[in-house]
C-alpha cells in the first residue's frame, strides 16, 4: 500500500497528471515521436532492416549484422558496419561488468567492497558492437514529467519496486513507473526531509540553501529522489551509488532525468577534485564509516570543503540495539580526532561540520591521532588512486577564496586557474564564447530547448559551455581527461558537477544516458594514444550512452571530422558538417551527428 501521507488530494492529482499525460502522449508534447523503428534480428551474416529516423513512415536497407563481436588488433571495421550486440546485451556497462567481476574476485579486497569499483575488461574482453535497446522502448519522457514518471520498458526490473516500494523509492503504474519523491528515510517525501535538515544545519533559522549549500554529494543515492528534490532550491547535486544490490538504482535516475553516475568509495579515490562539496549526504547508504580507522571518512573530508556538512541518516545516529551504539562511538572518536564538529543530532539524522580550524589538525596530527598525508596525495586529478589513510593538511586551502551562491558563482575565476597558466582575460573570452556557440548549436540542431534535458561536455576544460547552458531545462555532466590540468577544481568552483575520466576507456553510467554528447577536440587529444584510445573507440562509447535520436556535437581539425563522416553511417548515425568561428577567429569544422532510433525484434 501507498503511504497514508499521500491522501486524497494527492490522488487526485496523480489521476489529473495521468489524463494529461495520456493526452500529451497522442499529441507528442511531453514524449515526442515514439514510433519506434523495428529492426529484425536476422542471423549475424544477414542485414537488416531500418529507417532513417524514428518519424519516418518507410525503412531503409541497413547492412549492419547482429553478432556478438569482440575488440580485435588491428581494429577493422566491416564492409557491413559495425555489428550490433544480441538483445541480451541492451544493459552493457562494459567496466562494471559482473560477469568479468566475478573472476577477479579472488584478487580484489572483498572486506572493503573493491568488487563494487571500476574493473575494465582487457581491450580483447570488450564487445565492439552497438548496444541495442531492450525490447519495447520507448523514447524517454521528457523533464520536468519525467522526474515522477518514466516508461516501465525502458528499465524493466521490478525488484526495487518490491523491495523499496513501502519506502516508496518507486511503484509500478500501468506502462509506468511512479516515483513519489520517498527514501529510505524520507518515506513521506524527500522535500520533507530537505526542509528538515535545513531547520538542523542553521539551528531552526533557514533552510540548506541559507545554510551555505549549494554542492551536494549524494553517497549511495538509490533513484536519486533527494537530488531531485533539491533542484527547488539551486542546489547541484552529483549522486552515485554502485553496480549492486539495489539493482539498476542508477539507471533509474538518469532515466528520470536526474545527474548520476555508476561509483563506489571502497578503495579508491572517487573521482571528483578535492574541496568541491558543502554537503556529502548519506541515507542508508550502505558504507561502513566506521571500519579501517576512519579511512573513508577521510576521502569525505577531502572531497568537503570547509564548514561544508556531513549529513548521516542510519540506525547508528538513533539506535540503541544491536552494535549500533559501539558503531556510533567510534564515529565521534574519528570525526573528533579530524576536527569535525557534531552540530544536530535528532530524528534518526546527525550532521557534522569540517570545521575551519587549522589549530585543532595541527595539535591533533601532533598527538598522532592521524597520520599526515604527503604533499603529492592531493596533487593531479582523482582517478585511480588509491585511497590513503591520512589526512591533507593544507592551510592555504582554509584561506582560499569565499565562493558566493549561484547563480553569481557561475562566473567565479577559481584562484587555481591562473597557476595553469589560464588568465581572467582568457576565462571571461571562453565564457563569452560559448554563450554565443550554443546559440549556434540549437540553431544547427533544429531543437526545442525542452528536447534536450542531459547533457555531457567529454572535454569540458573550465566550463564555459555548461555556463551558457545554464537558462536552459538542462543538466551537464563536465568531463575532464585525466590525462589533462585539473580544470575540474575550477568547474567545482562555479557550482557545476563533473568527473575525470580516461577516454581510453568506457565511462561509469548505463546505455541511452544522455540527449547529447559535446566533444570538443577531445579526438586530436587521444590521437596518438594507442590501442583502446582510437577514433571508433570513442565513437563506440558514445554510442553506448547516447539515446536513441540523441545527438553529438564535435569540434575538431579537417582530418578527424573527414574520417568521422566517412565512417559514422557505419555506427548508424546521421552527420551533417558545419562551420563556425572558433576563439581565434578562424573557422572549425562541426559535427551534428544523430543516432537513428533503431531495436531489435
Request: charged share 20%.
Amino acid at each position: 500500500m501507498l503511504s497514508a501521507a499521500f491522501d486524497l488530494k494527492s490522488g487526485q492529482l496523480i489521476l489529473l497528471a495521468l489524463l494529461l499525460m495520456i493526452g500529451a502522449f497522442y499529441s507528442g508534447t511531453f514524449f515526442g515521436n515514439n514510433s519506434p523503428v523495428y529492426v529484425p534480428q536476422f542471423t549475424s551474416n544477414s542485414s537488416f532492416y531500418s529507417s532513417p529516423s524514428a518519424s519516418s513512415s518507410g525503412s531503409s536497407r541497413f547492412t549492419n549484422r547482429v553478432a556478438l563481436t569482440y575488440r580485435k588488433t588491428p581494429l577493422l571495421i566491416s564492409k557491413f558496419g559495425v555489428d550490433v550486440c544480441p538483445l541480451e546485451f541492451n544493459e552493457y556497462i562494459p567496466c562494471h561488468n559482473v560477469s568479468y567481476i566475478k573472476t577477479l574476485r579472488s584478487s580484489l579486497d572483498l572486506s572493503r567492497r573493491e568488487e563494487l569499483e571500476r574493473h575494465c575488461p582487457p581491450l580483447k574482453k570488450r564487445l565492439f558492437c552497438l548496444v541495442p535497446p531492450p525490447k519495447d522502448y520507448k523514447l524517454p519522457i521528457r523533464w520536468p514529467t519525467s522526474r515522477d514518471y518514466v516508461w516501465r520498458s525502458n528499465v524493466n526490473h521490478t525488484h526495487l519496486a518490491e523491495v523499496k516500494g513501502g519506502q516508496n523509492w518507486v511503484h509500478e503504474m500501468n506502462q509506468l513507473w511512479w516515483f513519489p519523491g520517498g527514501g529510505t528515510h524520507f518515506k513521506h517525501g524527500a522535500s520533507e526531509y530537505i526542509q528538515r535538515l535545513g531547520s538542523m544545519a542553521t539551528n531552526e533559522t533557514g533552510d540548506l540553501r541559507s545554510a551555505g549549500v549549494v554542492q551536494v554529494l549524494d553517497v549511495g543515492c538509490g533513484v536519486a529522489s533527494f537530488s531531485a528534490y533539491l533542484l527547488p532550491l539551486d542546489i547541484q547535486t552529483m549522486s552515485f551509488a554502485p553496480k549492486d544490490g539495489h539493482e539498476n538504482q542508477i539507471q533509474f535516475a538518469l532515466e528520470r532525468g536526474i545527474a548520476a553516475m555508476i561509483s563506489a568509495i571502497s578503495t579508491k579515490q572517487l573521482p571528483y577534485p578535492s574541496n568541491s562539496f558543502e554537503m556529502v549526504h548519506c541515507s542508508r547508504c550502505r558504507v561502513d564509516w566506521h571500519e579501517n580507522d576512519g579511512i573513508l571518512l577521510k576521502e569525505l573530508n577531502r572531497l568537503l570543503r570547509y564548514n561544508g556538512y556531513f549529513v548521516y541518516s542510519a540506525p547508528p545516529a538513533y539506535r540503541k540495539d544491536k552494535d549500533y551504539p559501539m558503531i556510533w562511538d567510534k564515529l565521534v572518536n574519528l570525526t573528533s580526532a579530524m576536527c569535525w564538529k557534531l552540530i544536530a543530532r535528532k530524528v534518526q539524522t546527525a550532521i557534522w561540520i569540517k570545521q575551519e580550524n587549522q589549530s585543532c589538525l595541527l595539535q591533533n596530527a601532533e598527538q598522532n591521532l592521524f597520520d599526515v598525508c604527503d604533499p603529492e596525495y592531493d596533487f593531479g586529478t582523482s582517478w585511480y588512486k588509491p585511497l590513503r589513510n591520512c589526512m591533507i593538511l593544507d592551510t592555504a586551502k582554509s584561506d582560499s577564496q569565499k565562493l558566493p551562491p549561484r547563480p553569481e558563482r557561475l562566473s567565479v575565476y577559481s584562484v587555481g586557474l591562473d597557476a595553469l597558466g589560464i588568465e581572467q582575460e582568457r576565462f571571461i573570452s571562453d565564457m563569452i564564447f560559448w554563450q554565443e556557440q550554443v546559440s549556434h548549436y540549437y540553431r544547427l540542431m533544429n531543437v526545442n530547448k525542452t528536447d534536450i534535458h542531459n547533457v555531457m561536455d567529454m572535454n569540458a576544460f573550465i566550463g564555459g559551455f555548461a555556463v551558457a547552458l545554464n537558462t536552459f531545462p538542462v543538466w551537464v555532466m563536465n568531463v575532464v581527461p585525466a590525462s589533462m590540468n585539473n580544470t575540474l577544481s575550477a568547474i567545482y568552483d562555479r557550482g557545476l558537477i563533473g568527473a575525470f575520466h580516461d577516454w581510453c576507456e568506457p565511462f561509469s553510467t548505463y546505455p541511452r544516458t544522455y540527449d547529447l554528447l559535446h566533444a570538443n577536440h577531445l579526438f586530436s587529444h587521444y590521437q596518438n594514444r594507442g590501442e583502446g584510445c582510437l577514433l571508433e573507440d570513442i565513437m563506440l562509447e558514445m554510442d553506448r550512452i547516447l539515446r536513441p535520436q540523441g545527438y553529438i556535437i564535435i569540434r575538431e581539425n579537417e582530418q578527424i571530422t573527414s574520417r568521422i563522416s566517412d565512417i559514422a553511417p557505419k555506427f548508424l548515425w546521421d552527420v551533417e558538417s558545419h562551420s563556425l568561428e572558433n576563439e581565434q577567429k578562424m573557422m572549425d569544422t562541426v559535427l551534428i551527428a544523430r543516432k537513428k532510433f533503431w531495436a531489435i525484434v
